[in-house]
């Protein structure tokens, strides 16, 4: 059992590249979940999918876009990248009760230049 | 809205003092409340919950905290602490019906030996 996997562990882009960062889950979990962890704002909502085939807006969605493939896999786009997205991303999923526990991935590193 | 403070950005102890760390939330139904650490470089893991009944909540590691209602408040503590505790605490609060936690900034603890 996995758990909630993240690819890449490490990225860095120049200011306007995209890329899409991976996640997946084995927990047959219905939620998941896309933040940011930023020093001193702790982790800030990016957007959330309650379902495969919907998702969400979170409270700092501008700039991303997502994906969610299938029940395992929430991918998150960055379209043109920015300096100010350099973070640390983290997936997350959750199960069946609202609200649950959610279930972290080790999270992406990303630094734009 | 709920929100979530955690006052204290930065807590040093010694190993085998006690240890509390703050939380206060706002939101106007009963909340449900969540403790998560973040070791240097990893994801979150969950160390406790309370979504109802006995207010003293035991979690992993050794670690308690308590729902006073009253105060808006639910304190981490642990009666000693051990060398490998030092990490990032996260408090997350969530409401019924929905998937979404709010996290505070996080308190990040030191152990001197």
């Known amino acids: 059992n996995a758990g909630v996997t993240q690819t890449p562990k490490f990225q860095v882009l120049k200011t306007g590249q995209s890329m899409t960062l991976q996640c997946a889950q084995d927990m047959n979990h219905n939620s998941m979940y896309w933040y940011r962890q930023d020093p001193g704002m702790g982790l800030r909502l990016i957007y959330y999918s309650a379902s495969e085939g919907t998702t969400d807006k979170g409270e700092v969605p501008n700039g991303y876009n997502v994906s969610r493939l299938n029940k395992r896999e929430f991918s998150l786009r960055l379209e043109s990248a920015a300096p100010s997205q350099t973070s640390v991303y983290f997936c997350a999923s959750s199960g069946l009760t609202s609200p649950d526990t959610q279930y972290f991935g080790p999270g992406t590193r990303l630094t734009v230049l | ?113």
Do not use: M
């Not at chain 2, 106007?28 to 003293?56: E, R």
């Open chain 2, 1 to 113: 809205a709920q929100s979530v403070t955690q006052p204290d950005i930065h807590i040093t102890v010694s190993e085998g003092a006690s240890l509390e760390l703050r939380c206060n939330y706002s939101y106007g139904a009963t909340p449900y409340l969540f403790w998560y650490v973040q070791s240097p470089g990893q994801g979150l893991q969950l160390l406790l919950k309370y979504f109802s009944g006995d207010t003293l909540v035991q979690g992993i590691k050794g670690f308690e905290a308590e729902f006073k209602r009253s105060q808006s408040s639910f304190n981490l503590r642990k009666p000693s602490v051990h060398w490998s505790d030092a990490a990032e605490y996260f408090c997350a609060v969530g409401a019924r019906d929905t998937d979404k936690l709010i996290f505070g900034t996080g308190t990040r603890l030191q152990v001197f030996p």
